[in-house]
Nanobody, 124 residues
Framework: QVQLVESGGGLVQAGGSLRLSCAASGRTFSSNAMGWFRQAPGKEREFVSAIRWSGGSTYYADSVKGRFTISRDNAKNTVYLRMNSLKPEDTAVYYC?????????????????WGQGTQVTVSS
């Protein structure tokens, strides 16, 4: 079993920054990747970023490329999402997730375990 706990969300003005954290516990050593998704009211959950557990390759949605950075601390089993130059359209609940098997990483169905989510609100 795997547990994920996100933290770091909040209210920030446009142009500001936040860093989200996702602490994983349980059987994470054989995972494929950890990812971040977000879901705004009335919209579908969308891919934001992911990092491979082995090798550390990173992936970003076009909408956040150049502004967001995903990283990991293997010793702490924690993944971070640094979000710079935030825009009002980044407002959403942000979820971290673990993909336990396979190779695909950009769809919610590629992931097996989810955190509870953390709210990010960007004011204009």
């Amino acid at each position: 079993q795997v547990q994920l706990v996100e933290s770091g969300g909040g209210l920030v003005q446009a142009g500001g920054s936040l860093r989200l954290s996702c602490a994983a516990s349980g059987r994470t050593f054989s995972s494929n990747a950890m990812g971040w998704f977000r879901q705004a009211p009335g919209k579908e959950r969308e891919f934001v970023s992911a990092i491979r557990w082995s090798g550390g390759s990173t992936y970003y949605a076009d909408s956040v490329k150049g502004r967001f950075t995903i990283s990991r601390d293997n010793a702490k089993n924690t993944v971070y999402l640094r979000m710079n130059s935030l825009k009002p359209e980044d407002t959403a609940v942000y979820y971290c997730a673990i993909s336990a098997t396979g190779w695909a990483i950009t769809q919610p169905s590629d992931y097996n375990y989810w955190g509870q989510g953390t709210q990010v609100t960007v004011s204009s």
